[in-house]
């Protein structure tokens, strides 16, 4: 047993010569490598990152591109006598426009006229408006003024005399007969219809509509 002890010593103590004094050194090993590193009680190890994942859905330019909804655009619609401003609401009413629909009151100057010329008395005049009704057309006024005009039959008043002749065309195609156009200057009240947060396809209804009320028009809403 003794015997066996003291050759196993002297196998490791040769295995121990022969690793340290006769071997080849490992090329890829550091015999030193506590020398080599530079102040070691200063590494630490950091956390690790996480990767960002892609966004979903859209690119992010293509995503700011995209319009929001609704829009900031108005589209107006007039201008309107008093008499034909209820008719042009009722017409917009199908639309359920809702909060989105305005008014805009203004004052305007006009210098032309349709009209039939002034009747012997008040009956006369009405009777003549009532021919004008029962054709269908609602835009018409009795002048009550003391004057030349007094108990005339106003059809629209205009702003241009191009304006005038187009409505007297208008009435004309309806069947109305001895209507004419004169230069009159007399201050209208007028009424314009505000439509906000409009695309294109609500515009083109309101301009579909507009064709039913003669001498109006669709537009951008004044800045």
Not at 99 to 109: D, F, H, P, T, Y
Not at 147 to 158: C, D, E, I, M, R
Not at 203 to 210: G, P, Q
Not at 217 to 222: A, F
Request: aromatic fraction near 8%.
């Amino acid at each position: 047993m003794r015997a066996f002890f003291l050759l196993l010593l002297l196998a490791n103590l040769g295995f121990f010569a022969w690793a340290n004094f006769y071997s080849e050194a490992d090329k890829e090993s550091d015999p030193a490598p506590l020398t080599r590193q530079v102040a070691p009680e200063k590494l630490r190890v950091l956390p690790a990152i996480a990767t960002a994942r892609p966004p979903q859905g859209k690119p992010a330019a293509e995503a700011a591109a995209a319009p929001a909804p609704g829009g900031n655009a108005c589209a107006e619609w007039g201008a309107f006598a008093v008499a034909d401003a209820a008719r042009a609401g009722e017409a917009l009413a199908p639309l359920a426009l809702g909060s989105r629909l305005a008014q805009r009151q203004v004052e305007e100057s006009a210098s032309w006229w349709v009209y039939f010329p002034p009747r012997p008395n008040r009956p006369e005049a009405q009777k003549k408006a009532d021919e004008v009704k029962r054709l269908g057309i609602e835009d018409y006024f009795i002048v009550p003024d003391e004057g030349p005009y007094k108990f005339a039959v106003s059809l629209g008043v205009f702003k241009t005399e191009a304006a005038a002749n187009n409505r007297l065309e208008a009435l004309r195609a309806k069947g109305v007969k001895a209507a004419q156009v004169g230069a009159r200057e007399t201050a209208l009240q007028k009424t314009h219809f505000q439509v906000r947060a409009s695309d294109e396809a609500l515009v083109s209804k309101l301009r579909e509509i507009a064709k039913g009320f003669a001498g109006t028009e669709v537009r951008d809403c004044p800045s």
